[in-house]
């Protein structure tokens, strides 16, 4: 199946209670494990490439080639979109005239209006290409591509008036963190994710990011209150790294060219397959490609 945008799967999983994830992409084997998860789960997805991502693995272009790419030689049948995570201004528009399906333009460290002036931009041009949109309000805690946020709980009246610029989904603090979650952390808002979703109505999917380390329970009731799309990313790279480690520490790099990084990186890969698997499963999305 080509790349799709990703609206159309998104506000299903916002009508019909459950969410899609969004998973981040580094490389090559990131990409295969995270599409043969969806593929297994029978799951539409978004693979997330962060501005980060991208420049490490040589630029949007070869993002968009590497997916597309892979999509087709793994025979995937779901629906997939390609989403730019965390992009500024510049690469949002960049990724649209690349040919991602989806981007998010983050402007939630700018003054309000700043933000959400460009955020229309973003959308007038991307929804003439067909490209979905996904914008944030209250940036969320820990650090994204050096835009460092503290967990504020975003504004409801900006929630709003972000969303009448026709965006496709939206990223709004409710609490939730990028990296790992400190063992002070108190908790989802649950409080201040319904002051937003009464708001907003039934017709906006919300999107939770800092998905990885948040409680199962709290994750599947965010999801019932209106979280659409969950990005996940950390949780790809601790169970990469742990399964990579036991790999080498066993000394099995050693054995008859275990040392060949399509053996070295393989428990790594199956491991984040696993995952997106399982955090599918969470989601409540398994069969609804």
């Not at 789960?41 to 993002?63: D, E, H």
């Not at 965390?86 to 690349?98: F, N, R, S």
């Not at 709290?218 to 790294?241: D, H, L, P, R």
């Amino acid at each position: 199946m080509p790349l799709v945008r990703g609206t159309e799967f998104v506000k299903a999983a916002r009508k019909s209670g459950y969410a899609v994830g969004g998973f981040n992409t580094n490389n090559l084997e990131w990409t295969r494990a995270i599409l043969a998860g969806a593929q297994e789960a029978n799951a539409p997805i978004l693979i997330q490439t962060s501005m980060g991502a991208a420049k490490y693995m040589g630029g949007y272009k070869v993002c968009y080639d590497l997916v597309r790419d892979t999509v087709e030689s793994m025979n995937i049948t779901v629906p997939v979109a390609l989403h730019l995570d965390h992009g500024a201004y510049e690469d949002a528009l960049e990724c649209i005239e690349i040919g991602y399906n989806s981007v998010m333009f983050d402007g939630s460290h700018l003054p309000f209006a700043e933000n959400l002036e460009k955020a229309k931009d973003v959308v007038a041009k991307a929804h003439a290409k067909g490209v979905s949109v996904e914008c944030e309000v209250g940036t969320i805690g820990g650090e994204e591509d050096g835009i460092i946020g503290s967990g504020e709980l975003a504004d409801v009246n900006e929630c709003i008036q972000m969303a009448a610029t026709g965006l496709d989904y939206l990223a709004c603090g409710i609490g939730n963190i990028h990296g790992v979650y400190p063992e002070n952390w108190v908790g989802l808002d649950f409080g201040h994710l319904k002051e937003i979703t009464d708001a907003l109505g039934p017709d906006v999917p919300l999107v939770l990011h800092g998905g990885s380390g948040i409680p199962k329970e709290q994750v599947q009731k965010a999801i019932s209150m209106g979280i659409s799309k969950v990005n996940v990313n950390t949780e790809c790279q601790q169970v990469f790294a742990a399964a990579t480690r036991k790999y080498i520490e066993e000394g099995k790099d050693h054995d008859d060219k275990g040392f060949d990084p399509r053996k070295l990186l393989a428990p790594g890969t199956k491991a984040i397959e696993q995952l997106v698997v399982d955090r599918i499963e969470w989601f409540g999305s398994t069969n609804k490609a």
